[in-house]
T-cell receptor, first 114, second 115 residues
Framework: EPEVTQTPSHQVTQMGQEVILRCVPI?????FYWYRQILGQKVEFLVS????????KSEIFDDQFSVERPDGSNFTLKIRSTKLEDSAMYFC????????????FGPGTRLTVT | AQKITQTQPGMFVQEKEAVTLDCTYD???????LFWYKQPSSGEMIFLIY??????QNATEGRYSLNFQKARKSANLVISASQLGDSAMYFC????????????FGTGTSLTVIP
């Protein structure tokens, strides 16, 4: 069964450094998403991406964040200058279309900013 | 106002018993979808079940069923015949047709199945 994959599974970085989190969505899906989950808290929407552009973003997704689909398979989240409060689990998800269909989540990348 | 409310931070259930996890939602959009996800200790999010706002019947997927009460704006998850492997966090989520693609998640319920 096809699945969303994410790399790395765990990333440790120093405050102020740039990180890139990578995701490979399910191949025939058209909509891609990033969510984050701070430890012990609920999952929060960051951004959705369709047709090579951002379709929606939340207040969390400020100028330090960017997303890109550099080729036909990868979908990346870049955090330019990490802060301690960026420490969280970051989930990538994809869905077939925009309707009320489930989003398939990847296993997550745990980002630790020290 | 919170879009999704899960009032049970933790629940315990005896193995083989049924358990209901509560979820209420808030929306003025007539078209929406309700989802339940399971998050085991390993961290991944596993889709369990979906209910559309126009669906006449409650959704069922194996041992999972969704008790959809539209007038009360509740979408409780019922797990029948609990198994030890059901121990996990459970998140209720909603997607509104008018606000696009994002999911709104609740704070989750931690379920522990006791042998």
């Amino acid at each position: 069964e096809p699945e969303v994959t994410q790399t790395p599974s765990h990333q440790v970085t120093q405050m102020g450094q740039e990180v890139i989190l990578r995701c490979v969505p399910i191949s025939n899906h058209l909509y891609f998403y990033w969510y984050r989950q701070i430890l012990g808290q609920k999952v929060e929407f960051l951004v959705s991406f369709y047709n090579n552009e951002i379709s929606e973003k939340s207040e969390i997704f400020d100028d330090q964040f960017s997303v890109e689909r550099p080729d036909g398979s990868n979908f990346t989240l870049k955090i330019r200058s990490t802060k301690l409060e960026d420490s969280a689990m970051y989930f990538c998800a994809s869905s077939r279309d925009r309707g009320n269909h489930e989003q398939y989540f990847g296993p997550g990348t745990r980002l630790t900013v020290t | 106002a919170q879009k999704i409310t899960q009032t049970q931070p933790g629940m315990f259930v005896q193995e083989k018993e049924a358990v209901t996890l509560d979820c209420t939602y808030d929306t003025s959009d007539p078209s929406y979808g309700l989802f339940w996800y399971k998050q085991p200790s390993s961290g991944e999010m596993i889709f369990l079940i979906y209910q559309g706002s126009y669906d006449q019947q409650n959704a069922t997927e194996g041992r999972y069923s969704l008790n959809f009460q539209k007038a009360r704006k509740s979408a409780n998850l019922v797990i029948s015949a609990s198994q030890l492997g059901d121990s996990a966090m459970y998140f209720c989520a909603m997607r509104e047709a008018n606000t696009g693609n994002q999911f709104y998640f609740g704070t989750g319920t931690s379920l522990t199945v006791i042998p």
